[in-house]
């Protein structure tokens, strides 16, 4: 394999994350079997997180710079190391299990590009779910259609070799929503070799009102329209153009949700997407599909709601 060493890093974005990085932090120096490297990467926080990161010592690698977003983040540390495989770990959430040694021989043995394992969801006071419905179904075409259905994992319960997340051109910076999602669904497009580990476990909290990649805004959904026009583009003339169904229910549900949202602008720039992709079919109760047919979708939503 194109690995330079069989380490693993594990980068960790954060913004004004000084009161989850410490259990951030603690949870993969608390890994058995392998000396992660950890790198943090400060995208300008105005809080006291660069202190709580440099409170580690010689652990943990700091990294400071301008705000710039989770993206440009987490490329910065992916560049910053040369192990052969990497774990993106938000700042509020943690690991568990076996995760990162046997993940890393995992990936060796299958020669991997991604290593999932289960995610275990959780807020402040309990688990909500654990999930791990990727283990039987490690196929680059069906977790395509279904990541954009829903069935996913966070970025805590996925290793990375670090030459193929550079090879498909890393985190795209443009990408304001769905980040993670985009990344993968990139890499299935671009035929990654898929693994899964029963060892370890990815423990996402979802309290994540203030995280890097969460929002509400207009902007980052007008984005996440244009993520999902480039996901289309990609998908022509490869086996996932059968898959475009998929696609064409986001691109539906973020119109209609830009609509009720009082996005005009949003709502119409994914229509338009649905419109170069074919004849547009109203998703939703018969009553819905019948108004908006004869209306237009942003019509019936504005007089009728969603």
Not at 113 to 141: G, K, P, Y
Request: net charge negative; proline share 3%; aromatic share 8%.
């Amino acid at each position: 394999m194109d690995s330079p060493n069989h380490g693993v890093a594990v980068v960790i974005p954060c913004y004004n994350a000084e009161a989850t990085l410490p259990r951030t932090i603690e949870s993969v120096l608390a890994q058995p079997g392998l000396a992660a490297e950890i790198i943090v990467v400060d995208d300008g926080s105005s809080d006291g997180s660069v202190a709580v990161a440099q409170g580690f010592g010689d652990r943990v690698t700091v990294l400071t710079g301008q705000n710039g977003g989770a993206c440009l983040a987490r490329n910065r540390g992916m560049r910053a190391t040369q192990a052969g495989f990497v774990l993106f770990l938000d700042a509020d959430d943690e690991i568990a299990g076996d995760h990162l040694a046997a993940g890393a021989a995992i990936a060796e043995a299958a020669e991997a590009d991604i290593v999932f394992t289960a995610m275990i969801q959780r807020n402040a006071t309990r688990i909500l779910e654990v999930r791990d419905s990727l283990a039987e179904h490690l196929d680059c075409e069906y977790l395509f259609e279904n990541w954009l259905l829903g069935i996913q994992v966070n970025p805590s319960a996925i290793l990375w070799r670090r030459s193929f997340v550079e090879r498909i051109g890393g985190w795209d910076e443009r990408v304001k929503l769905q980040q993670d999602g985009d990344l993968v669904m990139r890499a299935f497009l671009n035929g990654a070799r898929l693994a899964h580990n029963p060892r370890g476990y990815g423990i996402y909290y979802v309290q994540n009102n203030d995280s890097l990649s969460w929002s509400k805004s207009e902007g980052k959904e007008r984005n996440y329209v244009e993520t999902l026009a480039r996901l289309v583009a990609m998908t022509e003339g490869t086996p996932f153009a059968a898959h475009r169904q998929s696609l064409e229910h986001a691109l539906y549900r973020t119109a209609r949700m830009a609509f009720a949202r009082g996005w005009p602008e949003t709502g119409q720039a994914a229509l338009d997407v649905l419109a170069r992709m074919g004849p547009i079919r109203h998703r939703g109760t018969l009553r819905h599909r019948a108004l908006a047919s004869v209306l237009g979708l942003e019509r019936k939503v504005r007089l009728w709601g969603t």
